[in-house]
């Protein structure tokens, strides 16, 4: 006899798949013997599809790892130190747009004192968040909120930095015009007026193409437009597989020029399957390199993913982000009076940082495109060379704001 699912029961399985929350921090081998009550932080990712980083909650769950077993976080009050318990949650926005903010939500009713590393385009979620006074660490910067809300705390410039270094990186590397290559969507029709913020002269910006997000559509023509308006250099922003196919594309169509893209979309694996087509290409990234071990910072980033790493985890932006994150956070709530969501944010208000895979940094210094809740300008120009992503000489950052008064 075939038994049916009710309506009701159908809609509760997808919402299940849509969103997929765990408690990565209470069977953890690390902190157990930490007799402190544990300190929930909530970490949310797109979940699978076009732009699912799955390193993020990886990297994430290694930091609290390090956290734990270094001793966790040790009350300024006084008191025994406790341990971190990362509530993490993926959100496939895809079957189901209110994913992340039920993630939220989750997290709100789990008593989270931050979210760290936040990952998905949602103004509810930072909203949501903001409501009951618990500060987004950390986010990835993707969406308005995330660059005007108080209660938003990036450690980078986020989407709209990246988008308008491309182009000063491009004629730094000597191009003089400059295309924007970047995906059909809302925020994507924002790119080129970030990227013309930085150029020599508006007129520098020789067109935009919007390609789809399914890298599975044909984009030749695409391809054949772009190298035949013959732009010195391509400023590339889209996720990573339209990225990589975007390359070898205009590549394989006899592009010759610079092709710079954002750090966000490149990764080990995917520069292993561009092969050679990568080779030169600029990547503009809020951190330094991380190859670049002669950073203390990056190599202790390394390390522990070796050692408390959940499976393989590649050195991508997202992993640095989530992990610098969670350390962060630790740290500053070993300063706090008391350990909650209201003390946290207020402690961040006007605070300088420094997490060492960036130049140190003030919340709250202004910046050049005019939004409130970026904290630094401050990017690095990398590039391809033999298959890795490589620091420049000295792992120099540059300041975009200084550029911006040229």
């Known amino acids: 006899m075939r038994r049916f699912l009710s309506v009701a029961a159908v809609a509760a399985l997808a919402t299940a798949a849509a969103t997929a929350c765990s408690d990565s921090g209470s069977d953890a081998e690390y902190g157990k013997s930490l007799a402190g009550e544990p300190i929930n932080l909530s970490v949310i990712a797109s979940g699978p599809g076009?732009?699912?980083?799955?390193?993020?909650?990886?990297?994430?769950?290694?930091?609290?790892?390090?956290?734990?077993?270094?001793?966790?976080?040790?009350?300024?009050?006084?008191?025994?130190?406790?341990?971190?318990?990362?509530?993490?949650?993926?959100?496939?926005?895809?079957?189901?747009?209110?994913?992340?903010?039920?993630?939220?939500?989750e997290a709100i009713d789990k008593k989270v004192v931050a979210t760290v590393g936040k990952y998905v385009s949602s103004d509810a979620v930072v909203q949501a968040f903001q409501a009951a006074s618990i500060p987004l660490v950390g986010t990835q910067v993707q969406t308005e909120q995330d660059f005007v809300n108080p209660a938003s705390f990036p450690l980078e410039g986020g989407s709209p930095m990246l988008s308008a270094a491309t182009g000063a990186a491009l004629q730094d590397a000597g191009a003089k015009t400059v295309a924007v290559v970047t995906g059909d969507s809302p925020s994507g029709r924002l790119v080129p007026k970030y990227v013309k913020a930085l150029l020599g002269s508006e007129s520098d910006l020789k067109g935009?193409?919007?390609?789809?997000?399914?890298?599975?559509?044909?984009?030749?023509?695409?391809?054949?437009?772009?190298?035949?308006?013959?732009?010195?250099?391509?400023?590339?922003?889209?996720?990573?597989?339209?990225?990589?196919?975007?390359?070898?594309?205009?590549?394989?169509?006899?592009?010759?020029?610079?092709?710079?893209?954002?750090?966000?979309?490149?990764?080990?694996?995917?520069?292993?399957?561009?092969?050679?087509?990568?080779?030169?290409?600029?990547?503009?990234?809020?951190?330094?390199?991380?190859?670049?071990?002669?950073?203390?910072?990056?190599?202790?980033?390394?390390?522990?993913?070796?050692?408390?790493?959940?499976?393989?985890?590649?050195?991508?932006?997202?992993?640095?982000?989530?992990?610098?994150?969670?350390?962060?956070?630790?740290?500053?709530?070993?300063?706090?009076?008391?350990?909650?969501?209201?003390?946290?944010?207020?402690?961040?208000?006007?605070?300088?940082?420094?997490?060492?895979?960036?130049?140190?940094?003030?919340?709250?210094?202004?910046?050049?495109?005019?939004?409130?809740?970026?904290?630094?300008?401050?990017?690095?120009f990398q590039v391809v060379k033999d298959g890795q992503i490589n620091a420049p000489a000295g792992g120099e950052f540059t300041d975009l704001n200084e550029l911006a008064k040229k």
């Open 50 to 105: 076009p732009i699912y980083q799955p390193e993020l909650l990886k990297a994430a769950r290694a930091a609290v790892n390090a956290v734990n077993d270094a001793g966790g976080v040790k009350p300024a009050g006084g008191g025994e130190a406790r341990p971190l318990k990362l509530i993490d949650c993926e959100a496939s926005t895809v079957t189901d747009p209110n994913a992340a903010v039920k993630c939220a939500r």
């Open 208 to 380: 935009a193409y919007y390609l789809p997000f399914d890298a599975s559509a044909d984009l030749t023509s695409h391809f054949s437009q772009i190298v035949g308006d013959k732009p010195d250099g391509v400023a590339l922003l889209a996720s990573t597989d339209v990225t990589s196919k975007t390359i070898v594309g205009l590549r394989q169509a006899g592009y010759k020029g610079k092709i710079a893209v954002v750090a966000t979309a490149v990764s080990e694996a995917s520069l292993a399957k561009m092969g050679d087509a990568a080779e030169g290409t600029i990547v503009i990234s809020d951190y330094d390199a991380a190859t670049n071990t002669a950073n203390p910072k990056i190599k202790q980033f390394r390390d522990e993913i070796e050692k408390y790493g959940d499976g393989q985890i590649e050195g991508t932006e997202f992993a640095i982000n989530a992990w610098a994150a969670v350390h962060f956070v630790a740290d500053r709530l070993g300063t706090t009076k008391e350990i909650s969501g209201p003390a946290l944010m207020a402690s961040l208000k006007g605070s300088k940082v420094s997490i060492g895979v960036a130049p140190d940094f003030t919340y709250g210094t202004p910046n050049f495109l005019k939004l409130p809740q970026l904290p630094r300008a401050t990017v690095q």
